[in-house]
């Protein structure tokens, strides 16, 4: 196989991942996010703020970390997901999700847990790499990172400036 056809194979499997990771966690956030919400006492507005605000939250949170991350790789500088801001964040939709998932049970368990933080963990994966899945900057990445792990040790750098 060619390099070019490696390429956009990682490029469509990578869309095969998100278009079935991304949507099951939406309707999973909806779902889950109605039955933790009912759980609150009738009237109260609260009710209705899991599912309407956790899933455009997680994908806003997700795809901005995915976003500033593939910007601080296409640029070779440092990660940003060094930044408090952006662990935070995910942090937070993370916890969020997994409590929801939890608490819209009868019976909180283990595996209700572990099923929680599976499809959690999935479905932020593939909100995040939305934006390098969409870059045209996908194979120069993929290429320049390849080249620079194939030097050996002490070698210089064979990306060519």
Same mark, same amino acid.
């Given at each position: ?6 390429? @956009? ?50 994908v ?13 790789v ?7 997901? @060094? ?10 939709v ?6 929801? #998932? ?10 209700? #847990? ?30 320049? @990172? ?7 040790p ?8």
């Amino acid at each position: 196989m060619s390099e070019r056809g490696a390429l @956009r194979g990682l490029r469509v499997l990578m869309w095969v991942v998100i278009a079935i990771e991304v949507p099951v966690y939406l309707v999973w956030l909806v779902q889950v996010g109605y039955l933790t919400g009912q759980e609150l006492p009738r009237g109260d507005v609260a009710r209705w703020a899991p599912p309407v605000l956790l899933p455009p939250a997680a994908v806003l949170f997700c795809v901005m970390a995915g976003w500033t991350w593939w910007l601080s790789v296409v640029a070779g500088t440092r990660s940003s997901l @060094r930044e408090r801001w952006i662990v935070a964040s995910l942090v937070f939709v993370a916890a969020f999700s997994v409590f929801c #998932g939890v608490a819209s049970v009868d019976d909180p368990s283990v595996s209700v #847990g572990l099923l929680s933080a599976a499809v959690t963990g999935l479905g932020m994966t593939g909100l995040f790499f939305i934006p390098a899945a969409a870059s045209r900057q996908l194979p120069d990445v993929i290429r320049r @990172r390849s080249c620079r792990t194939a030097a050996a040790p002490g070698e210089a750098d064979p990306e060519p400036q």
